[in-house]
């Protein structure tokens, strides 16, 4: 059967796949597109494979929220470059992801891949993802994600594409939450409350203010004293009740927070890329080792 240029782009169109690619798999097929698209999702899913062992430390963090701002969620999806991460299939199926995540049950990432990824179609996240790492050429996942539900409110805010907050908050307003959540975003608090700081960082801490005060020289009956002055200047630093507010350095979130009646339940930050150790290519060196192999 002979191979037309409109049998081309329409296998082009359906797949999304490379013309000389579309056309070697309409030649192998004798031009039986369905069959073609077949083998193709086939060949698809292996290329996703080969691509899994690469890291991918760029991508997006999508929050999708409810209409009455009682639930919401956010995730990290993933890719090789930042150049994908701009790419609108990218981003569409990042966002898709998200309302999954607030529109589901799923409590790890296993477990969400496996659902549809969007309502009426058959589609699992994890089947479009392939799809996509076939169409456009990198390494993706979905890394991880949050959902929170509240009888007050949920309030968000997103820097750009790489940054978002998730803030559980009872009381205030639309303004004070997005303020909050934007403070988070800027600041990164380790946690709510001073109560809330784990026992073990704390005393870590210490430690080092500890071994700090004893190299100063300084006398041993006021080193409590300057080990404690440090301790609660560190805890100011890492809790958001006692961070000075960025758009008023002059009060505390805490302080901000009682002013207005309000309080926060909880609040999730994530950064894209943050505890993913990133390859560091060296190009001379693999040149290197390809000149002696040769």
Not at 25 to 35: N, S, W
Not at 131 to 142: D, Q, T
Not at 153 to 173: A, F, K, Q, T, W
């Amino acid at each position: 059967m002979a191979i037309t240029a409109a049998l081309v782009k329409e296998l082009r169109e359906r797949t999304g796949a490379g013309m000389m690619e579309c056309k070697k798999m309409l030649q192998q097929t004798d031009g039986d597109i369905e069959a073609a698209i077949e083998e193709m999702r086939k060949s698809g899913q292996a290329k996703a494979a080969k691509k899994a062992g690469r890291i991918a430390a760029e991508g997006l963090i999508v929050i999708s929220t409810a209409d009455d701002g009682k639930s919401a969620a956010m995730a990290e999806v993933n890719c090789e470059t930042d150049f994908v991460a701009k790419d609108e299939n990218f981003s569409s199926f990042a966002a898709a992801v998200a309302d999954r995540v607030r529109n589901s049950e799923a409590d790890d990432v296993e477990t969400l891949v496996q659902l549809p990824l969007k309502d009426g179609d058959e589609t699992t996240i994890e089947q479009a993802r392939e799809g996509l790492v076939a169409k456009i050429g990198e390494n993706m996942s979905v890394r991880r994600f949050v959902r929170m539900r509240s009888s007050g409110g949920i309030y968000s805010y997103r820097h750009g594409v790489r940054i978002g907050v998730l803030v559980d908050m009872e009381g205030g307003d639309e303004e004070l939450g997005r303020d909050i959540a934007m403070h988070i975003a800027a600041s990164n608090p380790l946690c709510v409350a001073e109560s809330d700081v784990p026992a073990d960082v704390l005393e870590k801490e210490r430690e080092i203010y500890r071994e700090e005060a004893r190299q100063s020289g300084k006398p041993e009956n006021i080193l409590d004293k300057i080990i404690e002055g440090k301790v609660r200047k560190y805890l100011e630093g890492v809790t958001l009740l006692g961070q000075a507010f960025v758009k008023d350095p002059d009060t505390t979130v805490g302080k901000l927070l009682e002013k207005s009646g309000a309080s926060v339940v909880a609040f999730k930050r994530f950064e894209v890329g943050e505890g993913i150790e990133k390859k560091q290519e060296d190009f001379a060196a693999e040149v290197m080792a390809q000149v002696k192999g040769s």
